[in-house]
């Protein structure tokens, strides 16, 4: 039962369509006032009348039937009751028919969008300041798939520039294939910070480093092999956190792959005459845009960050036909991809809307920060298993008991990480707290994952779900029922806004009145109508909070 088409449809006004209307009913904020509710300043201009005055109007015309209850106006917003019984056992019936698929749309079907995230460089740590492209990133390919759109997700991987001649340049001096077999992405590190403080001695050192750049730019054999080595060793080792966070990508396209792919970019460029020079560089001029110039090339003629990213998105739209190419990346680097859609819009492709930065904030240890160069960063695996650790030592404390212990902290561990860097509104800094992650009260993931078993202990209580259509609702009862109801919209609102956080909230808030429930209601001892009805609810908060953690890229666990 869709109540707002229906609403809408009953509505029948003049001048209005009904999948107008339909877009203006909301969900008011506070299940006293109604289930639903049209605020009529929406229609105040079109119908020429005060908001107050069309409430009024609308309600005397109103009929309630068998799903609206009530209709009532109240300070220019037009409040619906609907029939409160019908609407559960309807939802619940659909809730757990749907099971895993509970959720889901196909609103996205036939559209393509292109998700760019995680998008780290080669060679160089994967540290918690990519935490939050990577899980945001992450939960919106699992979020746009679920609502049935075509996802590409892609690492445009930082695999270009100086700093890979400086790499070879350090590996010459002070390792060995055998040290970085051995010593992996840390061996790596260790030498690229030996290499600027030894540069900063021996200003010859980056002369030889743009030397081997220039090698590997030109194909030398020897020079593309320790760079193919470089990538491959980062990459295993990154793949091993991407699959503890449960993160995937269908295209690992970096910046070196569009080597042969800026030609045409900056050609179209120059015929359609964009191009100035200044100081020797091409650039593009956007003072009239209130931004500085797009630095196109170099003097020496070598191509810069938004060069590779217009020749990027020129591939993306030709190879995928996206609808919507979503870039994940910090704010800081919010100047840059206002340059380059301008750019873009400039050469007439009108497509340039199409492109979104999804700006996040920072992320910091809740003891001091970090940077590449000085050598002292905070792994991103560091933080993983610390987290997984701590979450071990909980359960012992807890639970010492509990079979496979390892299994759960692991789920628990990884689980608080996520759930911690999308929990807030995603352009704020975070500080990260292992303690605050890993809190059983709060809002945090043990919360969450703490609800889903005791809805599986409930579940194991109650055996088989019997008839369970013919009991009155309490509040307590209901409140949950609504809350499972909203589900739906916040999964589309998260992909609208590009806010997964929008399901941590969600997450919480249904685990939340789902436990007040559970301390205010009998349910395995119950009388058999009532066992029933309250067993279904819980096997659709079952359902309900494990899909929400599932698009969030978390795991959830039988028993805690
Ligand atoms: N590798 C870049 C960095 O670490 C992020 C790349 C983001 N994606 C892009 N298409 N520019 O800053």
């Known amino acids: 039962m869709d109540y707002r088409k229906h609403i809408s449809q009953k509505l029948n006004i003049d001048g209005v369509s009904a999948e107008q209307l339909c877009s203006f009913i909301e969900i008011p904020p ?94 160089k740590p994967f540290h918690i300041g990519h935490l939050s492209t990577t899980v945001i990133g992450s939960a919106l390919c699992k979020i746009y798939r679920f609502l049935g759109y075509k996802v590409v997700g892609i690492n445009h991987l930082g695999d270009y520039g100086t700093q890979f001649g400086k790499l070879i340049v350090a590996y010459k001096k002070w390792s060995s294939e055998e040290q970085v077999k051995e010593g992996r992405l840390k061996e790596l590190t260790r030498i690229y910070v030996k290499y600027h403080d030894e540069a900063k001695l021996d200003p010859t050192m980056d002369d030889m480093a743009r030397r081997y750049f220039k090698l590997i730019e030109d194909g030398d054999e020897e ?40 030609a045409p970019v900056v050609n179209e460029l120059k015929e359609k005459g964009l191009m100035k020079t200044s100081d020797g560089a091409s650039i593009v001029d956007l003072e009239e845009y209130g931004m500085s110039p797009c630095l ?35 704010y800081q680097q919010n100047l840059h991809f206002k340059q380059f859609f301008k750019v873009l819009e400039l050469m007439g492709k009108e497509w340039a809307k199409d492109l979104v930065h999804v700006a996040y904030g920072m992320v910091s240890l809740e003891s001091g920060s970090m940077s590449t160069r000085s050598g002292n960063v905070v792994l991103l695996e560091d933080v993983i298993n610390k987290t997984i650790e701590k979450a071990y030592k909980v359960i012992e404390e807890k639970n010492p008991e509990l079979q496979d212990k390892e299994t759960i902290a692991k789920a628990v561990g990884t689980g608080a990480v996520i759930f911690g860097a999308l929990c807030n509104n995603k352009i704020k800094d975070i500080v990260f707290s292992y303690d605050r992650v890993l809190s059983f009260e709060g809002e945090t993931c043990p919360y969450v994952q703490y609800t889903v078993a005791r809805c599986n202990s409930v579940i194991a209580k109650c055996g088989e779900l019997g008839d369970f259509k013919k009991v009155e609702m309490n509040d307590d009862e209901y409140a949950v029922i609504a809350e499972l109801g909203k589900f739906e919209e916040i999964i589309k609102a998260s992909a609208e806004k590009y806010e997964p956080s929008l399901v941590t909230r969600y997450a919480i808030d249904l685990a939340t009145v789902f436990n007040k429930f559970y301390m205010n209601c009998k349910i395995a001892v119950a009388e058999e109508d009532v066992k029933n009805f309250r067993l279904s609810i819980t096997k659709a908060v079952k359902i309900t909070l494990t899909n929400a953690l599932t698009l969030l890229g978390i795991e959830t666990v039988e028993q805690m």
């Open 30 to 123: 506070n299940n006293d006032m109604g289930d639903f509710a049209l605020p009529c300043f929406k229609l105040s201009k079109i119908l020429r009348n005060s908001p107050v005055k069309i409430a009024e109007d609308l309600k005397n015309a109103f009929v309630v039937d068998e799903y609206i209850s009530e209709c009532s106006a109240v300070n220019g917003y037009l409040n619906f009751k609907i029939n409160r019984k019908g609407f559960a056992f309807n939802l619940i019936e659909k809730i757990l028919n749907a099971g895993d698929a509970y959720g889901s749309a196909e609103i996205g079907k036939g559209k393509t969008v292109c998700i760019d995230y995680s998008s780290i460089n080669i060679a």
């Open 223 to 262: 020079s593309n092999k320790l760079f193919e080595m470089f990538k491959k060793i980062t990459l295993e080792e990154v793949d091993k956190i991407y699959k503890l966070l449960n993160v995937e990508f269908d295209s690992y396209a970096g910046e070196s792959f569009y080597n042969d792919k800026m």
């Open 296 to 330: 196109i090339l170099k003097s020496d003629g070598s191509s810069l960050y938004a060069t590779r990213d217009m020749a990027a998105a020129v591939y993306r739209k030709n190879t995928y036909n996206f609808d919507k190419c979503l870039y994940v990346v910090a």
